[in-house]
């Protein structure tokens, strides 16, 4: 089966309604030069209904940065799934590392915010990976297993054909270090693995993408692997030169 390439920006807490504006005109005019990568863009909140505007009527999908386990009510300062869908969002990262390591979102409140965000017809995309003391510990496979188990758990194995998963070492995140891309492959093709273990079908269709900073320079080599279909891309989406050069790279 052939999956196609998904390029995501995770903007982070970055951007003001002016640079916003100048780097989605840039993404827009370069687009017809992306034929065969889909693109979205995940802003922060405030800025996610200027973005839809700014997007409506092309191909690049929006989606949050996270989401609330709870529908409504007295709930301070979070954000709802039917919130992200009244305005328009495609999309929702889920378990960003950040979010697990700055914020104690364990894989149970990360498999619930999964859950959450199916339910509302939302794509979650599910961010699984190991910090550098675990890789060094040569518990990497350890750790991504849990963290896609709890999911597994809670929804059952064909809940993941609705998502995509990004696997994201921890260490290789805005820290300028990579993975290799035969690293990166080792670890996709473990989720595909460990997927494949449950339902073969659902661990053939499903998008992994490698997150950890990718750059125009080092995606063609990485999104040509077997298993990695795409980027979860932090820093070089805030340019829309380096961003539109990893859309292009899409075999």
Same mark, same amino acid.
């Given at each position: 089966m052939a999956r196609q390439i998904l390029v995501a920006g995770n903007w982070k807490m970055n951007g003001s309604k002016d640079s916003i504006n100048s780097l989605i005109d840039g993404i827009k005019a370069g687009l017809d030069s992306v034929d065969k990568a889909a693109v979205a863009v995940c802003p922060p909140y405030v800025y996610i209904s200027e973005v839809t505007g700014l997007v409506d009527g092309t191909a690049i999908?929006?989606?949050?940065?996270?989401?609330?386990?709870?529908?409504?009510?007295?709930?301070?300062?979070?954000?709802?799934?039917?919130? #992200?869908n009244d305005f328009g969002c495609k999309y929702v990262i889920v378990g960003h590392s950040e979010r697990r390591s700055l914020y104690g979102e364990d894989d149970e409140l990360v498999a619930k915010k999964y859950a959450v965000a199916r339910a509302a017809g939302l794509?979650?995309? #599910?961010?699984?990976?190991? %910090?550098?003391?675990?890789?060094?510990s040569g518990v990497t496979e350890e750790v991504v297993a849990r963290q896609l188990d709890a999911v597994i758990a809670l929804e059952g194995v064909a809940a993941l054909a609705d998502g995509v998963i990004a696997y994201e070492p921890v260490w290789?995140?805005?820290?300028?270090? %990579?993975?290799?891309?035969?690293?990166?492959?080792?670890?996709h093709a473990f989720i595909r693995a460990r997927i494949a273990e449950s339902d073969a079908g659902v661990a053939e269709k499903v998008q992994v993408l490698y997150g950890?900073?990718?750059?125009?320079?080092?995606?063609?080599?990485?999104?040509a692997k077997q298993d990695i279909d795409g980027g979860l891309i932090g820093g070089a989406? #805030?340019?829309a030169e380096d961003f539109l050069a990893i859309c292009r790279s899409a075999p």
């Open positions: 999908g929006v989606g949050g940065q996270n989401l609330s386990t709870e529908a409504s009510g007295a709930f301070t300062g979070e954000i709802s799934a039917d919130m #992200l794509i979650p995309i #599910l961010c699984v990976g190991e %910090t550098l003391e675990e890789r060094e290789a995140i805005g820290t300028g270090m %990579t993975a290799s891309p035969e690293q990166a492959q080792d670890v950890g900073s990718v750059k125009g320079s080092n995606a063609a080599e990485l999104f989406s #805030l340019d």
